[in-house]
DNA sequence: CTTGACCCTGTAGCTGCTACAGGCTGCATA
DNA sequence: TATGCAGCCTGTAGCAGCTACAGGGTCAAG
């Protein structure tokens, strides 16, 4: 299989794959007489442990860790639950502060009621003037 | 006050903020005659505008847009709101997407009972022979 | 024999900063 | 007066994680 198709069946970019394979995330695969990148199923798969690794919001250093206990199952296993319950724990953080932000966002919206630049909230809102007395402390 | 100052009571960086001048975010103040940044009270009061709306997740072009309405307060706010109202629409998209990344994790997670990598459910999880059947349809 | 799709390498760009290196200025202290 | 140190200056390079070229080679179809 060529880079291309790879890059279809997984549905990454191909820049993405040379990319991983340059970072040393992918092993550089056997070229066909033409130069051409060669990948088997176990690129492949390779590939899709990455791809869903990343999706889940997993640094490429931790995909790294998590490919290297991947190819060594006579590891213990408490590191890939380090790595994921650490995650876990930085993606509650995050959704906690997007949660805030969104109710101060809705919050200066809400008071928004057209009319001049001068006069709006949003604006306003956004200054040192009006802005929310106690937020930091 | 001197570049340092102002970084103390905005609570910015001072790279940041010869970053935002570079950048045409702030305007090029006053020097002395040592060649040093002097800044008032409309500098910092401006440089408070660019931080709040950075904390709350807006992108640099969004801030100057919203600079440019706050220094033209005889335009129509509308466009204040427009950016506003998209924004909480992605940050709401981005909570969403958290939590079910939150709830894949937890998933995942609660099914590693330790032992070896071999054996581990978060790195079988990660792999594409347990994945999700369907999840993408 | 040309067209067009695909592949190659290498490098530069993106966002929003942050971190130097290498050099001035200004003020206090010995 | 010398010296030390904090603070300022410019310019450039680095971070993550890609993405997008430019400029070229390869290959099968028409």
């Known amino acids: ?6 890059a ?7 820049e993405t794959i040379r990319y991983y394979e340059r970072i040393g995330l992918l092993p ?10 060669s990948y088997g ?7 899709a442990f990455v791809r869903h690794s990343r999706d889940l919001g997993f640094t490429i250093e931790e995909v790294r860790s998590l490919l290297d206990l991947s190819d060594h199952p006579e590891r213990d296993c408490g590191e890939a639950d380090r790595i994921a319950t650490r995650h876990l724990s ?3 953080e995050k959704i906690a502060q997007l ?7 809705a919050r200066i919206i809400g008071r928004c009621r057209g009319g ?13 003037h009006g802005y929310c007395e106690g937020r930091h402390a």
């Open 99 to 105: 949660q805030v932000l969104r109710d101060e966002l």
């Open 28 to 37: 550089e695969p056997h070229r066909t007489a033409a130069n051409y990148r």
């Open 116 to 128: 001049l630049a001068g006069d709006c909230r949003v604006i306003e809102a956004l200054g040192d």
């Open 90 to 92: 930085q993606v509650e």
């Open 8 to 14: 279809r069946v997984t549905g990454a970019n191909i």
């Open 1 to 6: 299989m060529k880079i291309g198709e790879l």
């Open 41 to 47: 199923e176990a690129h492949r798969s390779r590939l």
